[in-house]
């Protein structure tokens, strides 16, 4: 199964960007790539999803490399409500969660 | 939007009690998943089923067992409970032709006393 490497923390200010970087070398050409995030005592909830080309919908943005070994989730503007961890999985049948970035968000 | 529901949403046990975790979504989801997570730990895949009759563990070993006779409802159920099994359960499902945006439960909080 390809695997993702996430930083462990990242912290930011209320109303800035925030970007989550994700690393995922052995990425199949079908993999697609998922973010996930999960408030706090709650279960995750899906944020975004690609494969090649870079996505935007309301939540975030997923910035994916040409080589597709690493991609970015953009927050635009950081609110105390998008601190979360936030996952990045690769597109396997099990989707196993890994530990995550946690973001906090600085008023 | 789908309806992912688990109950009980807790349960406190004692040690021995045989439990049986109840997880159903009513859209006819194909794929339906278990985690289990301890508080402010990894979520980890426990079990995983892409259909009626089929059912496979995930990357975390549990003592736990499931059943996927009907597609809407995939329960859990522990045997002999521990308190080693206390955690919270967090169950999911996938729309069907689908492997992206999974949805998940409300979550059973279990303690084993």
């Known amino acids: 199964d390809a695997k993702t490497t996430q930083p462990n923390s990242m912290e930011s200010n209320e109303e800035e960007p925030v970007h989550l970087p994700c690393n995922h070398s052995?990425?199949?050409?079908?993999?697609?790539i998922h973010w996930y995030r999960q408030l706090p005592s709650q279960g995750p909830e899906y944020v975004i999803h690609?494969?090649?080309s870079n996505v935007n919908n309301r939540m975030a943005s997923l910035a994916i490399a040409e080589d597709r070994k690493s991609s970015t989730l953009i927050l635009h503007r950081a609110t105390l409500r998008d601190a979360a961890v936030y996952y990045c999985?690769?597109?396997?049948?099990?989707?196993?969660f890994g530990a995550g970035t946690t973001v906090t968000v600085r008023a | 939007e789908a309806d992912i529901y688990q109950t009980p949403r807790y349960l406190v046990i004692g040690t021995g009690k045989k439990i049986t975790l109840e997880c159903s979504q009513t859209?006819?989801?194909?794929?339906m998943y278990w985690y289990q997570q301890d508080p402010g730990m990894e979520l980890h895949l426990i079990h995983y089923?892409?259909?009626?009759?089929?059912?496979e563990k995930g990357d975390l070993s549990s003592e736990s067992t499931v059943s996927r006779i009907r597609t809407e409802h995939f329960p859990l159920t522990l045997e002999s409970a521990r308190p080693s099994h206390t955690s919270q359960y967090l169950c999911?499902?996938?729309?069907?032709?689908?492997?992206?945006?999974?949805?998940f439960g409300p979550g059973t909080r279990l303690t084993v006393t």
């Open positions: 999911a499902s996938i729309p069907t032709g689908a492997f992206y945006e999974q949805y």
């Open positions: 052995t990425i199949s050409g079908t993999d697609y």
């Open positions: 089923s892409y259909g009626v009759n089929s059912t």
């Open positions: 690609g494969l090649t």
């Open positions: 859209m006819g989801h194909d794929k």
């Open positions: 999985i690769l597109n396997d049948y099990k989707l196993s």
